[in-house]
């Protein structure tokens, strides 16, 4: 469908993902990020591997990059801010460029692809923020990019020993935060791993209230990896700083009927997915409201003819699960257009 365009906002893994799979069904394609790069959330990761590959998905992105920018169906403006969408027969959309110049132009479809938010934990009783060695799982990744050797931001020391917190900010009913984020146990266990390979003698700890194991091939990385960790059917209640400058947990084990204080020295809060808030004013301008959680899943919405959703907008998707859902989008898309034409 040579005379068709279409709108992509946002340049993550999703977003260029449902470029390429349109611009192969013969679809322009004008595909706008905010940020002066594509890639999103999935091009901070790092590569995960140990003696083998633990498929964690992270290099897909660097290859739908590659893709997207080489095809001729595709232009790809980066560092833009869009200002104006309204609906007539097409869609008009203006936007600020790089250069601060006004652009405008006309498309017949809109994808959203504007990702997620990691959750903030700044407001849960962990010390983030408070505490030097209180850090994200998005933090360890950078981290685990940067040193060989994780290190206690607070000294620069090795930790002998880490505690991973799952579900901070998922599965929270005070926030109303129902859903599971799905990939946070995944990435936090092939990191425990990926820890354990560089510096054996580091003792991990991983509290969770349960394992998910989405995804490709995870549960055998996750049988390799109980093993080699603590796993604590618990999550601690807070987190206290001792004269020494160590970690002290609180946690409760309902088996055994026991109030347990330990000490770490760092701690890792898997904060997992959420809705983007800040795509809310563009959703609003084109008619979509959310009726849910917040996220833009076209079964909890209000929906608009012409406007699709996808990727970790939708909920939450691993990088593999944003690549097949663009692949659901591309069809969607152009079912809508042979629709209008018939
Ligand atoms: C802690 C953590 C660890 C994870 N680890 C893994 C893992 O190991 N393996 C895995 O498969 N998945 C992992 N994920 C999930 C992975 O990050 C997502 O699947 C993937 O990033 C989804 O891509 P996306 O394009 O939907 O969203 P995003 O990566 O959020 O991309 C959205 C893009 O849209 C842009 N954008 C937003 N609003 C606008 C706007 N208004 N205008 C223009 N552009 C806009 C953003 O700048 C961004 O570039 C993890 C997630 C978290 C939180
Ligand atoms: S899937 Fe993950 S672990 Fe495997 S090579 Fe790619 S980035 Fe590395
Ligand atoms: S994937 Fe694991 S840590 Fe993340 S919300 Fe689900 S159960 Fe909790």
Not at 173 to 178: E, F, G, I, P, V
């Amino acid at each position: 469908m040579p005379d068709k365009k279409v709108l992509i906002i946002g340049g993550g893994v999703a977003g260029l993902s449902a470029a390429i799979e349109l611009a192969k069904l013969d679809v322009k394609v004008v595909l706008i990020e905010k940020e002066k790069t594509v890639g999103g959330y999935a091009r901070q990761f790092t590569c995960k591997a140990t003696d083998e590959c633990v498929k964690c998905g992270a290099c897909i992105v660097e290859g739908k990059i590659d893709e997207a920018v080489s095809h001729p169906n595709i232009t790809i403006c980066a560092g833009v801010c869009l200002t104006e969408i309204v609906q007539h027969d097409r869609f008009v959309i203006s936007f600020i460029d790089r250069n601060n110049e006004k652009q405008a132009c006309e498309v017949d479809a809109v994808v959203m692809a504007t990702g997620f938010q990691p959750f903030d934990p700044i407001n849960k009783p962990f010390g983030y923020k408070r505490f030097d060695d209180v850090i994200t799982n998005l933090d360890l990744e950078k981290r685990l990019h940067q040193e060989r050797a994780v290190k206690r931001p607070s000294d620069g020391s090795v930790p002998g020993k880490i505690a991973f917190i799952q579900c901070v900010g998922s599965r929270d009913s005070s926030l109303n935060h129902l859903w599971c984020s799905k990939v946070c146990c995944g990435s936090s266990l092939r990191m425990a791993k990926l820890i354990k390979s560089r510096e054996e003698s580091t003792e991990i700890s991983f509290f969770y209230i349960d394992v998910q194991t989405f995804g490709k091939d995870f549960q055998y990385h996750y049988d390799l990896i109980r093993d080699q960790v603590r796993m604590i059917r618990a999550i601690p209640g807070d987190i206290f700083l001792t004269a020494d400058r160590k970690l002290k947990l609180e946690y409760y084990l309902p088996a055994e009927r026991k109030q347990i204080e330990e000490l770490f020295d760092l701690v890792v809060l898997s904060v997992g997915i959420t809705p983007n808030r800040n795509a809310d004013p563009i959703a609003e301008k084109i008619g979509l409201k959310s009726t849910g959680s917040g996220f833009l899943d076209e079964q909890s919405m209000v929906s608009v003819p012409g406007v699709f959703t996808v990727g970790t907008a939708r909920g939450p998707k691993s990088i593999a699960e944003s690549v097949a859902d663009a692949g659901r989008v591309a069809l969607d898309v152009l079912n809508y257009f042979k629709a209008q034409h018939n």
